[in-house]
């Protein structure tokens, strides 16, 4: 008859094999749907700098990428700043970020599509949206 202790231990074992063969079977896409929800739990609303705070980051599944949702504050807060040369420059700058980012890698490697939303702080306007899927940064 095994002791209790031996029990406890085979518990112990068999928690620890299942909880490993489910995170082996864990898809790519279910990874980062649930590392974007982490993280938004665990990091959002954050200040990426003194005007723009970050506020969310979400999956999505159609079209299947990233989703970052962003609030401009202060000085920046006014639509009459973003002209179409600067949203423009702006869009430039994302993909950029997007095509020298190291954490993305495998998101492109996969064809993620990556959205970014601007929204004025003080009257919820759309300040820029903009969307880059693999034939962007490919």
Known sequence: MRSYK?????????????????????SFVERRQREAKEFTERECPR???TYIRMDSMV??????????YYTVLGDYD???????TLVEE??????TNINN?????????????????YFSASTGQTLIEASFG?????
């Open 90 to 95: 702006f869009r430039s700058q994302l993909l």
């Open 134 to 138: 693999p034939e962007d940064y490919r």
């Open 6 to 26: 031996s029990h406890i231990s085979h518990l112990t074992f068999t928690i620890v094999a299942v909880a490993a063969m489910m995170s082996c079977t864990e």
């Open 78 to 84: 006014k639509e009459e700043l973003f002209t179409p």
């Open 47 to 49: 200040m990426v700098d």
């Open 59 to 68: 999956f999505s599944m159609e079209p299947t990428g990233l989703v970052y």
């Open 101 to 117: 980012s190291l954490d993305l890698r495998r998101d492109k490697e996969e064809g993620f599509t990556f959205t970014y939303h």
